[in-house]
């Protein structure tokens, strides 16, 4: 028989029980052997606690797929806390392995899952991990809690200029000396310069490095510098004071503030790179036209270096606003055509009712998996229907279904004309230097 080794632990259990991923691998090994079992793979997830949903654990979303594609015939485990602590995650992992044939043994406890009331035991047993992962949860907040009041780091990340250091057997967070002269010089040139490109750039030349723009620009705002954290004064040591921190937030805002009083960029965030995928960046060519262009072209490496004119963009709605409203519109229509009239709340009812009465041993398992089978179908057609793009306003569609309406649009103010392109548009494709598509909100 094929079987499947799934080991677990997070940091505090291991330190608390000694459930250690050695410990659980040689455990798990010798009892394959013992049974006969061929081991075809070991599915580690370290440092990950049981109540975390199923898709955070990436070593049992490894073994789910090869359960799918029937290279496993059993897994094997410790204990059930090692598998699931939640009850609801257990069913639905259940349901795939019992649609694939697959089983699963606990080598420290017994369970069988053929009675009525071994299935009932199963489900006090995961009901009370499910308690007592919640319970730990709470003592683990509130140890992290006084930590942070004690003044001591509770992760070993630190913003850039930290580090660190046990002092007299105590952590706290110090100033690194390896980056601490690069952190008070990017705080100096900002001070001096109110401009965070001429930042970046004075980093990068100075110290080798190949920062963004952005990243200087979020390591200026973050309040970390000033030493607090979660609302607590020194709780590391300052860069910058809060008056300074003030300062640097007051700059970016004055930016933004000019930009838009004095140009106002019709379809920002909303022009994307046809290389890279991401969204471009507004920009004025010869202090008069208004375009977009990839920001990544310049620090990360996007080959696509034109600038798209605002003002074809603009040239292009007014063509092809119709025609595509028109399909939209179509498209709308159906779904709502298709739309089903029965409330998925009914079927998550009838659901829940028949995992209780599959839990008290009333109906068999074959039974179960029928029913279940073709409950969860409805509801997963249901829901895939009721995703109905968030209308457009009504008022939006027939203004840009009028057949006057590029008159009607020259008529606006430039942040009106924003305002209803934002209101319909989510996104606008580009080809070569031209607009090609336009995307409605869905």
């Known amino acids: 028989m094929r079987c499947a080794i799934y080991i677990r632990v997070s940091s505090a259990e291991q330190r608390r029980e000694g459930y250690s991923l050695p410990e659980q691998r040689r455990v798990l090994t010798e009892y394959a052997e013992e049974k006969g079992y061929k081991v075809v793979d070991v599915y580690a997830d370290e440092g990950i606690s049981a109540s975390k949903k199923p898709h955070l654990r990436h070593d049992f979303q490894r073994m789910m797929r090869d359960v799918e594609s029937g290279r496993i015939d059993i897994i094997i485990f410790i204990k059930l806390d090692r598998w699931f602590r939640n009850v609801g995650d257990y069913y639905r992992t259940q349901e795939i392995l019992d649609r694939h044939g697959v089983k699963w043994e606990s080598v420290f406890e017994d369970y069988d899952t053929t009675t009525r009331t071994g299935r009932l035991n199963l489900n006090i047993k995961l009901t009370i991990a499910e308690d007592e992962a919640a319970n730990t949860s709470e003592r683990v907040k509130f140890v992290l809690n006084a930590k942070v009041r004690n003044k001591e780091p509770n992760t070993g990340t630190q913003p850039f200029g930290y580090k660190i250091e046990k002092t007299d057997g105590v952590k706290r967070i110090v100033k690194d000396p390896e980056t601490q002269a690069e952190t008070e010089d990017m705080f100096r040139m900002f001070f001096a310069t109110k401009s965070s490109y001429i930042v970046t750039n004075y980093i990068n030349e100075t110290y080798g490095r190949t920062l963004a723009d952005t990243t200087i620009a979020r390591r200026l705002k973050n309040i970390a510098y ?60 010869n202090k008069k036209t208004l375009g977009y262009r990839c920001r990544y072209h310049y620090h990360q490496g996007c080959s696509y270096k034109h600038m798209v004119k605002e003002e074809d963009i603009e040239a292009y709605l007014l063509d092809n606003i119709g025609k595509s409203l028109a399909c939209y519109s179509l498209r709308i229509a159906a779904k709502s055509k298709n739309k089903a009239a029965a409330s998925p709340k009914k079927y998550e009812k009838q659901l829940e009712r028949l995992n209780h009465v599959y839990i008290m041993g009333n109906i068999s398992k074959e039974e179960y998996q029928k029913q279940s089978s073709k409950l969860k179908a409805k509801l997963a057609d249901l829901k895939a229907e009721n995703r109905q793009p968030s209308s457009i306003p009504k008022d939006v569609i027939q203004l840009l279904s009028d057949q006057n309406f590029p008159l009607l649009y020259n008529k606006l103010s430039r942040a009106e004309k924003k305002s209803l392109w934002r209101s319909s548009i989510d996104k606008i494709t580009v080809d070569g230097k031209m607009p090609s598509a336009i995307h409605f909100i869905e």
């Open 226 to 285: 000033t030493g607090e954290y979660q609302g607590i004064p020194d709780y590391r040591p300052a860069y910058i004071t809060h008056e300074q921190h003030a300062e640097i937030l007051k700059a970016f805002g004055m930016h933004t503030r000019t930009a838009q009083k004095n140009k106002v960029y019709l379809f920002a965030g909303m022009v994307y790179c046809p290389e890279c995928g991401r969204v471009m960046a507004s920009c004025t060519s």
